[in-house]
């Protein structure tokens, strides 16, 4: 049998995560380094109270992060463990709630723009230094 295909309307950002997840996942062994990053998202200079922050490092595992009151901390192996050193091309994705339960449900509204949830095309990047508490400022617009 055939594996389904992901649907059209599922976020570019959702399937990033998941395959950011599987590959940091690993064999439950930690196999680089990582430093702290506590950071804050602004969106037209208020913080942003809720989403997903999703990195991509030029090599090694990517990291996640869950954006609560206009603040996130970065995951990479575990919980809030940070992110390995190095330059994160980084997405963002925030949404209203999903209308109804299940696979069917039909997803919220975008509340950032759609070019965040891309980190090719967001122009958004974080500097994560070794040995240190990392904490960007990620500051979004919208029209």
Known sequence: MLNKLPSPGRSRI???AALVLLLSGGC???TASVAAVRGTL???DKPLQSGNVVTI???GHGAVGIIQNGKFELSTFGKNDGAV???HK???VAREPAQGNGPEAVP???LVPERY???DASGLAIEVKAGEVNTPTLKLTSP
């Open 85 to 87: 050193p190095g330059t």
């Open 90 to 92: 980084v997405a963002i």
């Open 14 to 16: 959702s399937t990033l």
């Open 108 to 110: 919220g509204k975008l």
């Open 117 to 119: 949830t891309n980190p």
């Open 28 to 30: 439950g062994q930690k």
């Open 57 to 59: 490092p030029s090599a």
């Open 42 to 44: 602004t969106l037209n």
